[in-house]
């Protein structure tokens, strides 16, 4: 976040050098040591580094973030919304949202998700 053009050149570059591929085999490595197959290690390498980078990208670019909820609700102004109830119940907090929070949800959430993937391992 400190670095919003990052995200964008991060996406566009294709670099394959070993500064480059440094994290990737320390979070490759990290996934084998826990008992990951070779490939459940890397989808959950990816699993990680895309929601990471997806969370970053939405964060910079939502639209939510630069406007208070009632301009939010002005701008929503040609939805329907009998047709969008739930999108109108949550606006107001939209706009406040806690990313850092948001970020951690989702986190924990991918974290006992590769944990319960590696428990069925070995049922």
Do not use: M
């Amino acid at each position: 976040l400190d670095h919003p053009h990052a995200v964008p050149l991060i996406e566009s570059k294709r670099v394959v050098t070993p500064a480059a591929l440094r994290p990737v085999e320390f979070s490759l490595s990290l996934f084998r040591g826990a008992g990951f197959s070779p490939d459940d290690a890397l989808s959950a390498h990816w699993a990680i580094v895309g929601f990471t980078l997806g969370h970053v990208t939405f964060q910079i670019s939502n639209p939510l973030t630069e406007v208070s909820p009632q301009e939010a609700l002005a701008q929503s102004g040609e939805l329907p919304a009998q047709q969008f109830p739930c999108y109108f119940e949550v606006l107001p907090q939209a706009a406040n949202c806690d990313y850092d929070a948001a970020f951690e949800f989702g986190l924990d959430i991918l974290i006992e998700g590769l944990q319960a993937k590696l428990g069925s391992r070995f049922e």
